[in-house]
């Protein structure tokens, strides 16, 4: 298995552009999240998912859309990139059941920095 | 709603002295607790869990947390520092769903030889 994986690695914008990173995972997992990570913060929650077809918004979803076609894919979309969209992004799955049964698995994160 | 407050941004040790990183947690329900690493340009990973069995768990890598609830903390441990420990360290509560589990804003181990 790959696991969860993610790209661009990296991805430098200019304010105002769009863009998607890619996040697959291979591990029939139903449950798929998207984070951020500023420096100095811990990681927010900015949209999951429990299955194909089903989306809901975390934490922080304001300047992001997702959708969730199939159970291996899980996008994340900017529409309009702004300075305060610079961040680290991961994506993480859960194969679900009682919390803490098992963990969540996370990508390698796609470092955006938005000019 | 959940909530952790890690004390430290950075805590250094030397090689074979104790780690201690520190997590005290809010939560208006029986909480799930975790502590994750980062390594460097890595995703997260997870190192132990509490949930509701055993007060002290055990980890990989050596190391284990003690859920206290009359201190609502769960303070990571590992009697002695290895070379390989430094990474930023992450403590994680939830109520019981993944999509309400909140991350603390992490604390960089760094291991001087």
């Known amino acids: 298995n790959a696991g969860v994986t993610q790209t661009p690695k990296f991805r430098i914008l200019k304010i105002g552009q769009s863009m998607t990173l890619q996040c697959t995972q291979d591990?029939?997992?139903?449950?798929m999240y998207w984070y951020r990570q500023d420096p100095g913060m811990g990681l927010k929650l900015i949209y999951y998912s429990v299955g194909a077809g089903i989306t809901d918004k975390g934490e922080v979803p304001n300047g992001y859309n997702v959708s969730r076609s199939t159970t291996e894919d899980f996008p994340l979309r900017l529409e309009l990139a702004a300075p305060s969209q610079t961040s680290v992004y991961f994506c993480a799955s859960w194969p679900g059941g009682v919390v803490g049964t098992d963990t969540q698995y996370f990508g390698p994160g796609t470092r955006l920095t938005v000019l | 709603a959940q909530s952790v407050t890690q004390l430290g941004s950075h805590v250094s040790v030397s090689e074979g002295a104790l780690v201690l990183l520190r997590c005290n947690y809010s939560s208006s329900v029986p909480p799930y607790l975790f502590w994750y690493v980062q390594y460097p340009n890595q995703g997260l990973q997870l190192l132990l869990k509490y949930t509701s069995a055993a007060t002290l768990v055990k980890g990989i890598n050596g190391f284990e947390a003690e859920f206290k609830k009359s201190e609502t903390s769960f303070h990571l441990t590992k009697p002695s520092a290895h070379m390989s420990d430094a990474a930023e360290y992450f403590c994680a509560v939830t109520g019981g769903g993944n999509n309400d589990m909140r991350f603390g804003a992490g604390t960089r181990l760094t291991v001087k030889p």
């Open positions: 591990m029939n997992h139903n449950y």
